[in-house]
């Protein structure tokens, strides 16, 4: 039996755990889903978390996906989720509503970026690998051999004269009525600037429109390699739990006084 970790992806319309297989990145268990909580306030998703986790039976370190920047474990964002977040010592109301364990918060793109890249498409590119979810924005994640550089916003980069998620993001094809060589040509101008920014080895395509991804990738004409997400759905969960094992004992603690 390999090394097992818990994830938690926290998303605008659902919360979703499940019990992971470190050493495939495999689901161990059907993953568990709840309703996202509206309002989304810090302490209802966390009380949504903790139940997550109990119908599991866990009782060991959690990580947990927030859409939002991350830094020492404090929500310095909020994107589909109430913005009372922001400010919000993340680690520590997860840890404190988990009764003191040990707990790992991060942004939910650089989650997917790092199960992608262990498990996924990106897991035989040396190098450095760019996971961009297109949806309502872009998230971004950039790994180089495997190791995050965490809370990039590739998506508000400007694109001549416009952030690349008002450009790109699958949410303008859809409000514009964009056919699909139409979007693929602004995916093309978006990558072109990322590429000659970041030089990478590849890009991986993630967010829901990736499962249409022959209908707009081989229109695609910049030139780094351009490749599908993998895991799809389970990317943010198997993330979560990788980094629980990844982070330092700084990044595991708790944050409640003894």
Known sequence: MGARGFGVDVGGS????ALVDLTTGELVEERIKIDT???ATPEAVAATVTEIVARAGWDGPVGITLPSVVTAGIARTAANIDPSWIGTDARALFAAALGGRGVVVLNDADAAGLAEDRF???KDVDGVVV??????????AILHHGVLLPNTELGHLEVDGKEAEHRAASSIKEDKGLSYKEWAAEVTRVLRRFEDLL???L????GGISRKHDKWIPRLENRTPV???ALLNTAGIVGAALATGNASPNERETGIAP
């Open 120 to 122: 996924g498409a990106g």
């Open 37 to 39: 909580p509206h309002p």
């Open 199 to 201: 030089w990478p080895d």
């Open 14 to 17: 659902g919360i979703k755990g």
């Open 227 to 229: 490749v599908p997400a």
């Open 131 to 140: 996971l961009l979810t297109f949806g309502t924005g872009i998230g971004s």
């Open 203 to 206: 890009f991986i395509a993630g």
